[in-house]
């Protein structure tokens, strides 16, 4: 398997531009992780699926943060409009559920000029 | 919101020296992970713990998550240059996944 797959893997845009970011799960998973990593806040976890269906938002920062997932291979984490505290690394992991290992893709480094 | 203090936040060593990095929770810990990430790349899974006062093992690394746990300690014997990126663990405070990771731990292995 070629693990979780992100793209893109770099994003540079515009304050007040529309950013749509993608992930390719592992075949087989139903857990699907998003994640935002800054120097300041670390590693968070913005929103979780399981079965394709949202879980946790909680970390969701506001409203111009959205998360789909509309099929098992599919997610995509969209920001409408982007702002420059934006910017950072969005993580997307993938796992079989339960207490078990989540596997990272190689992240999105997303900044907002 | 659960909070994990890892500590310290940067290490140097010299090749072949033992480290040790620990990770705090004011909170019980139903599952610790731990994950290593090197620069610019995403997180490596390395070890899971969940039972008070187990202890893993892979290959130099050794991690334990104590008797009550709320700490887990990671252990790196005799350090190489390939140890070198940031370690980072997280915790899973009875959903089953990992919720909150710690800010990380810097790790450098001089020659």
């Known amino acids: 398997d070629a693990g979780v797959i992100q793209s893109p893997r770099h994003e540079v845009t515009e304050m007040g531009q529309e950013v749509t970011l993608r992930c390719k799960p592992i075949?087989?998973?139903?857990?699907l992780f998003w994640y935002r990593q800054t120097m300041m806040r670390g590693l968070e976890l913005l929103i979780y699926?399981?079965?394709?269906?949202?879980?946790?938002d909680s970390g969701m920062p506001e409203d111009r943060f959205s998360a789909k997932m509309p099929n098992a291979s599919f997610s995509t984490l969209k920001i409408q409009p982007s702002e420059p505290r934006d910017s950072a690394v969005y993580f997307c992991?993938?796992?079989?559920?339960?207490?078990?290992?989540?596997?990272f893709g190689q992240g999105t480094r997303l900044t907002v000029v | 919101s659960q909070e994990l203090e890892q500590s310290p936040q940067s290490l140097i060593v010299q090749e072949g020296k033992n480290l040790t990095i620990n990770c705090t929770s004011s909170?019980?810990?139903?599952?610790l992970y731990w994950y290593k990430q090197k620069y610019g790349e995403g997180l490596i899974f390395l070890m899971m713990?969940?039972?008070?006062?187990e202890e893993k093992s892979h290959e130099k690394i050794t991690a334990k998550l104590d008797e009550k746990k709320q700490q887990s300690s990671l252990h790196i014997t005799a350090s190489q240059p390939s140890h070198a990126g940031i370690y980072l663990c997280?915790?899973?405070?009875?959903?089953?996944?990992?919720?909150?990771f710690g800010k990380g731990t810097s790790l450098l292995v001089t020659p």
């Open positions: 713990l969940q039972k008070g006062g």
């Open positions: 992991a993938s796992s079989s559920g339960g207490s078990t290992e989540a596997f």
């Open positions: 699926f399981n079965n394709n269906v949202p879980i946790d």
């Open positions: 075949s087989g998973h139903n857990s």
């Open positions: 909170k019980t810990l139903y599952g």
């Open positions: 997280g915790a899973d405070v009875g959903s089953g996944y990992a919720l909150n």
